[in-house]
């Protein structure tokens, strides 16, 4: 029998979600090359009205399935343009609906207050809170993957009644968002769930082929319109995203990395949550003896003990440790390894996590308000700092002026007002010291969002170049050089709407080369069949072609006359 949801706890959880996301998504300008790469998409989707598959001014295609621009492009049509807001509107929605889908699932089948407590945890772990303000796919597809996960989990507790069409539509959505995967990994931890319950395998890979298949459906019709426009240099981009990524044999090395660098990142992305962790680790629980018979002995048990537990365990929970583990071995595999391919651990990872919290809360709640000290004297001194920095010239140069607004006023509030009731808990009978002390991870978040990090990362966004070009061009042609094919100006292409294009030696004859210096120099000496007249050097290296400055040149063709 499932309990009921908490709906005051829900209503404050949404809350939550919305009033600490949605009003940040702007105002933070694009200062990496993947942000503007994708919203250039969406952007050239409502300029052109293809909607399918869209080249920009450089002549690429999107490396991805069209169901995030979509998002972005309808987003920005309500509003009118093609902003920071909108580009990141579509992840911020998935992370929030993705929170309150887990809360709901959870709190109906396990303790309501550690589920509540789970969805804070996972709001605010590094990772998780970081692709919920980025305009990338990764959190979009992490909705559709663990939406997919999720409803199979409430499919298998009905023992397979009917058809799983929540999971399908999740899944087909996930396939439109970054491809297959979205149906390999949620179809394989279902399928390994139920055979390890005893199911026979033949009549679940016949299931489970059926279901993939269905899933396929929609997306197949893109890929069709998809290959009808692009052709055989779009089949060559799907092989090489999907197939050639998995395998390793891409045409170019992308994020190449051991399998342990998975580890690192899920230890780093559960930041700051894996202080508490840490400190509650006891020195030691056992003592073993140096040799490896006790040392082989030890782990046997250990392995033993776990897999009793976990066989022992609710079976929302025995789905939820299998969902965590194949999403992490599978990413394991390729070469290509990134932290945001981790993302749908976190869910399942983070149930664990309030679990073992809540339990040392009740066995030891110093460890708990050890943290929440720690957390609450991080919120006091990084506000005194901040205001302080303001009003200092040396540290000015670091920071965004524009960014002194209302919310770094309100920061300042949140934080002293939080601090006066967390280190006067008692005299105001605060005692659920556990949630006072996610409120304070949730107002260090809030802090990070509204302000430190506009007002660090603003500075090295190339949108200032973009501004100083389109004061001297004139609505002139543009055009860029990157001694990479990969790379392009992406964020100045992306505040110019569009309009710089890519550098080809057979029709050019005149108007503005944006190239970083060092290229400069040999791309000059190769091109005598032109004039070059240096326009405008950057202040600051690009934040997309690193380690250079970026230059303008006017060019001319010299007359063969």
């Avoid at 407590?117 to 996972?122: E, R, Y």
């Avoid at 799907?238 to 190449?256: C, D, P, Q, T, W």
């Avoid at 540290?395 to 209302?406: E, S």
């Avoid at 392009?488 to 108007?511: A, C, K, L, P």
Wanted: hydrophobic share 45%; net charge neutral.
């Amino acid at each position: 029998m499932q309990n009921t949801i908490n709906s005051k706890r829900l209503l404050l959880l949404a809350t939550i979600l919305i009033f600490t996301t949605l009003p940040f998504l702007g105002i933070t300008d694009f200062n990496t090359k993947g942000e503007p790469r994708e919203a250039i998409v969406a952007y050239t989707m409502t300029e052109s009205g293809n909607w399918i598959l869209p080249t920009n001014n450089g002549g690429e295609m999107a490396y991805k399935p069209p169901m995030f621009h979509w998002g972005i492009a309808v987003a920005s049509s309500i509003i009118g343009e093609v902003n920071e807001w909108t580009s990141r509107f579509p992840s911020a929605i998935a992370c929030i609906g993705m929170i309150i889908w887990f809360y709901c699932f959870f709190s109906r089948r396990g303790d309501e207050k550690t589920a509540f407590v789970a969805s804070l945890i996972l709001f605010t772990t590094f990772e998780v809170h970081r692709a919920a303000f980025a305009c990338r796919v990764d959190m979009v597809l992490t909705f559709f993957i663990v939406g997919a996960l999720l409803s199979f989990a409430s499919w298998t507790e009905k023992e397979k009644r009917g058809i799983p069409w929540i999971a399908i539509l999740m899944m087909s959505c996930g396939t439109l968002t970054k491809g297959p995967v979205a149906i390999i990994l949620p179809c394989a931890t279902t399928g390994l769930f139920l055979l390890i319950k005893g199911e026979n395998i033949f009549k679940l890979t016949a299931q489970f082929v059926a279901i993939a298949l269905g899933a396929l459906l929609i997306p197949a019709t893109w890929y069709y319109a998809a290959y009808q426009q692009g052709g055989e240099e779009f089949l060559e981009l799907v092989a090489e995203e999907n197939i050639g990524r998995f395998l390793g044999k891409m045409s170019y090395g992308s994020h190449e990395n051991p399998w342990w660098y998975n580890v690192e990142m899920i230890v780093l992305g559960i930041i700051p949550w894996l202080f508490l962790i840490l400190i509650s680790l006891k020195k030691s629980y056992f003592t073993i003896e140096k040799n490896d018979s006790t040392w082989m002995a030890w782990i046997k048990g250990k392995l033993a003990e776990a897999k009793d537990k976990i066989m022992s365990a609710n079976p929302y929970e025995r789905f939820a440790f299998l969902a965590a583990v194949v999403v992490f071995v599978f990413y394991c595999i390729p070469k290509s390894k990134r932290g945001v391919y981790l993302l749908p651990v976190y869910p399942f990872l983070c149930w664990f996590i309030a679990k073992y919290i809540v339990w040392k809360a009740q066995e030891n709640i110093k460890i708990v308000r050890a943290f929440g000290h720690f957390i609450t004297g991080i919120c006091v001194v990084a506000a005194i700092a901040h205001c302080i920095g303001w009003n200092i010239d040396s540290l000015k140069a670091i920071y965004d002026p524009q960014t002194v607004t209302y919310w770094t006023k309100l920061l300042f509030i949140a934080s002293f007002v939080y601090a006066f009731f967390w280190w006067g808990k008692k005299r105001y009978k605060c005692e659920n010291t556990l949630m006072w002390t996610a409120a304070g991870v949730v107002i260090l978040f809030f802090s990070l969002d509204s302000t430190y990090q506009p007002a660090a990362l603003n500075v090295k966004s190339d949108k200032y170049i973009a501004e100083k070009l389109k004061s001297m061009d004139g609505n002139e042609h543009i055009t860029s050089f990157v001694d990479d094919d990969m790379m392009h100006f992406f964020t100045i292409n992306y505040y110019m709407n569009d309009r710089v294009g890519v550098w080809n030696d057979e029709s050019e004859n005149n108007g503005l080369l944006v190239i970083g210096e060092k290229d400069a120099v040999e791309f000059i000496k190769g091109h005598e069949a032109y004039n070059f007249n240096l326009e405008y050097t950057s202040e600051k290296k690009s934040c997309d072609v690193k380690r250079q400055h970026v230059q303008v040149y006017r060019f001319s063709k010299i007359s063969e006359e």
